[in-house]
């Protein structure tokens, strides 16, 4: 089981400006190279809030592309996730999942919508690790997570993230920005994930950089 975080941001680690403006921080061919990374997952990730920000497709969309396109999940406990969205739209063609903690909302399910239900914590989100099992059992091996900053936060706080891909855009969009990692609750820089850097590029005007997590001693 492989997990990795795709961030896309500013070079201050922003994904947005505080009004939410986000397309596109990163150029276009930052933009191409991650359809080529959804294309190597069985599945892509995101939380209810990028869903119905957004209301994304998580398809693969490359020229000539006609391989196999990755699963899609939606993080939403709360199954809050509209029939009228793209994901549930074309969800009788490209597998599309939704994790929650209640009963399968019958809407989505007569829309072809999987729904997956596991334990809540205590604020009333799905615990990850429970997810990341829940997904295996399905065949999704190798995930992709697109989401925002909470998401990003939480994988990384369950210490579920095995490899970074991080596209950094030249610009600064400074505090008002909306970050791309959530809380950690970090309190020592012994407790905060540590990654390797394994590979640098430039894409256009923006940097790919590429990172593998450092286990830690006894760990």
């Not at 899609?72 to 739209?89: E, F, G, I």
């Not at 074309?90 to 399910?109: H, I, K, M, N």
Request: aromatic fraction near 4%; glycine fraction near 10%.
């Amino acid at each position: 089981m492989t997990v990795t975080l795709k961030l896309a941001t500013s070079l201050d680690g922003r994904i947005a400006t505080a009004s939410g403006e986000s397309q596109w921080i990163t150029g276009p061919e930052s933009r191409e190279q991650v359809h080529r990374l959804r294309a190597d997952h069985h599945a892509v990730v995101i939380g209810i809030e990028t869903a119905l920000a957004d209301d994304p497709e998580l398809t693969v969309r490359l020229p000539g592309y006609q391989g196999r396109q990755p699963a899609r999940v939606v993080l939403d406990s709360r199954q809050r996730l509209t029939p009228a969205c793209k994901l549930v739209q074309t969800a009788r063609s490209v597998p599309t999942y939704v994790v929650a903690t209640g009963e399968p909302d019958v809407a989505l399910v007569d829309a072809g919508v999987r729904v997956l239900t596991v334990s809540a914590i205590s604020d009333g989100r799905s615990d990850l690790k429970t997810v990341v099992q829940a997904l295996r059992v399905q065949g999704l091996i190798n995930l992709f997570v697109e989401g925002g900053g909470q998401v990003a936060g939480s994988f990384l706080r369950c210490g579920l993230v095995d490899t970074l891909e991080w596209f950094r855009a030249p610009i600064i969009l400074g505090l008002e920005g909306r970050p791309a990692i959530g809380s950690l609750a970090v309190a020592a820089l012994s407790d905060a994930p540590h990654f390797r850097r394994v590979e640098v590029s430039q894409l256009g005007d923006d940097l790919w950089e590429r990172y593998a997590l450092v286990a830690k001693e006894g760990g």
